[in-house]
């Protein structure tokens, strides 16, 4: 039987976005992350991260030194006493000055190619799962993929227009009461 999951957005969700953060030392978890992720793995939610690392094919950091800083991310919600069951993460942009990575993706958000991959491989019932994230592009993409519930973490008053989002909160924490 397929799997509820936490879709997660990674930066501006799990860590505060500081722009392009690919070190340590520029990680900030966001207040609130670990309660709602122990939360949902406490009601059988998978929590799996899903991430546009266009900082890859700008050049800002490598894909080894992003998945050096997901390995430390891993450990450290492990610690907090979620397992994270995946991290899948999009290095490419058009706009790329790195020449492997400067392309688009079907696994670039809006669309919803890492989505897709993530509920291959961990047996994910999308319509059942829920995709918190920060930006329209994170509300596209789970719309096409499928995603029925779409949590737009925003300010109050700064709700884009025209966002495929159902459900607006503050904090991650406000999704708690969300998810039985």
Known sequence: MPYRALLLDRDGVVNIDHG???HRD?????DGIFPLTRHAVDRGFR?????????????Y????????????M????????VDLAGVFHCPYHPDGVVERYARD????????????????????????????????TDMAAALAAGVERRVLLAEA?????????TLTIARPADLIPHLS
Do not use: C
């Open 20 to 22: 392009y953060v690919g």
């Open 157 to 165: 008053g700064r709700v884009p227009q025209g966002t495929a989002a």
């Open 61 to 72: 950091y490598t894909e080894t030194e992003f998945l050096d800083l997901s390995g430390w």
């Open 47 to 59: 929590v799996v991260v899903i991430t546009n690392q266009a900082g890859i094919a700008r050049g």
């Open 105 to 136: 993706s079907f696994w670039r958000k809006p669309n919803p190619g890492m989505i897709l991959e993530a509920a291959r491989r961990h047996d994910l019932a999308l319509p059942s799962s829920v995709f918190l994230g920060d930006q329209p």
């Open 26 to 30: 520029r990680f900030e978890f966001v």
């Open 74 to 81: 891993r450990d450290v919600f492990k610690s907090q006493g």
